[in-house]
């Protein structure tokens, strides 16, 4: 990319993201020096409608190649992360692969939480069973069949992502023969992925039917294989307890609960749930506050409710992991924290989660001593 004065032209874009609970807006502009010698990269965030904090990327004036460099790849990881923009704004970066991150109108069913004391209650109850949770990314996949069969992975936050390739073929083989567009919901663990729950199939529109009846079409649709396995079931108040103790033994993530009579219903239930994870260690979506010099570990941070900042400790960076830039989004595994405004407790790193952003690392998300929950 070789600019030139006649190229060079100043760039603003407005993305929001009203996904789940979120309601903001992030605005980018690419401006010439106040001299006219460089250029700088001005944002700003916050509440849609609401007052706007400068988050300034570019305070001394660069060569506009850089510049815009930066502004393309600001605005890409926002829209990779759930935001959108107008069509004519985002089109006309030539830079950024547009379809690479295209929001699409597929949405997730979440989990939520329980703890010790709901355990038996789910165990007990026969309209429910329960299924080995993953500790992966959530996958949703869907194939389109045309004139050709295409296959591509959708992200919790709605947004396309590529699948791995031995997924992408395995997929494209169950759908030969398939007519329009198939959707089903699952698990990525690297080149393999576990799928529990089919959306659509051949352009019908499966959510409202009960969870054991597209489990049952699900099964008779999809051949696993060794990148494509659907994951197991456990019904009997006997079966879900070997499971869960098989999990537990394994020192694999948890189990969830799902009622067997549940629709599809995208988002989080906040009541009248039918779908509940279950973890042995606790997990927490955080973001890397500072790197500690010299030392392969980070600081880590979560927000509260009114969009302040608090540091939870530090997190050592395993050999086979890259150390994560400052304000990455990264998960946490940890045994509990002590108590309010304490640091995590055995904190062990899993991965950097570009799926998520700074939406997710709350303080209400962090599992006290002594309590299921934050207070």
């Given at each position: ?6 190229t060079?032209?100043a760039?603003?874009?407005?993305l929001?993201?009203?996904e789940g609970?979120?309601?903001k807006e992030y ?10 010698r ?29 510049a ?7 605005v890409k990881?926002?829209?990779a992360k759930?935001y ?7 089109g ?5 692969p547009?379809?690479?991150?295209t ?8 989990l ?10 789910y ?5 429910y069973?329960?299924e ?10 869907v ?16 947004n ?6 031995a ?5 494209r083989t169950c759908?030969?023969?398939?007519r329009g ?13 576990y ?16 969870l054991?009846?597209?489990?049952k ?10 990148s ?9 108040t006997?079966?879900k307890?070997?499971l ?8 694999r ?6 009622r067997?009579?549940?629709a ?18 606790a997990?927490?979506?955080?973001r890397v ?9 980070v ?24 150390i ?16 309010l ?8 790193y899993?991965?950097?989660?570009t799926?998520q952003d700074?939406s ?16």
């Amino acid at each position: 990319m070789n600019a030139n004065p006649a190229t060079e032209e100043a760039k603003s874009i407005r993305l929001t993201c009203t996904e789940g609970t979120s309601f903001k807006e992030y605005r980018v502009q690419l401006v010439r020096a106040a001299d006219g010698r460089g250029w700088l990269l001005k944002a700003q965030s916050g509440a849609i409608g609401g007052a706007l904090k400068p988050q300034d990327k570019i305070t001394v004036a660069v060569p506009y190649e850089k510049a815009l460099k930066e502004y393309l790849r600001l605005v890409k990881a926002k829209l990779a992360k759930g935001y959108l923009g107008s069509d004519a704004a985002i089109g006309g970066m030539a830079d950024v692969p547009l379809r690479a991150f295209t929001s699409t109108d597929i949405r997730p069913m979440l989990l939520n939480p329980i703890g010790d004391h709901e355990l038996d209650r789910y165990l007990l109850d026969p309209q429910y069973s329960v299924e080995e949770k993953h500790d992966g990314e959530r996958r949703l996949v869907v194939v389109e069949c045309d004139d050709a069969i295409v296959a591509h992975g959708v992200n919790r936050k709605g947004n396309m992502t590529p699948l791995a390739d031995a997924v992408d073929a395995e997929m494209r083989t169950c759908a030969v023969g398939w007519r329009g567009r198939s959707v089903f919901d699952g698990e990525s663990m690297g080149d393999v992925v576990y799928l529990w729950d089919v959306l659509e199939h051949e352009g019908r529109n499966l959510r409202p039917l009960p969870l054991a009846e597209r489990r049952k079409i699900l099964r008779e649709v999809i051949k696993p294989g060794a990148s494509v396995r659907i994951s197991r079931v456990a019904r009997t108040t006997l079966d879900k307890r070997r499971l869960l103790e098989e999990v537990r033994a394994a020192r694999r993530e948890g189990v969830v609960f799902k009622r067997d009579g549940s629709a599809y219903v995208p988002g989080l239930q906040t009541t009248d749930a039918e779908w509940h994870k279950y973890k042995f260690l606790a997990s927490a979506t955080v973001r890397v506050m500072a790197l500690n010099t010299g030392r392969r570990s980070v600081q880590v941070e979560a927000r509260d409710s009114a969009g302040a900042w608090h540091r939870l400790g530090n997190v050592t960076i395993p050999p086979n992991q890259p150390i994560p830039a400052v304000h990455a989004i990264v998960e946490v595994q940890y045994l509990n924290v002590a108590r309010l405004g304490g640091s995590l407790y055995q904190p062990v790193y899993q991965r950097e989660r570009t799926d998520q952003d700074e939406s997710d690392c709350r303080m209400d998300q962090l599992k006290y001593k002594g309590f299921d929950e934050a207070a």
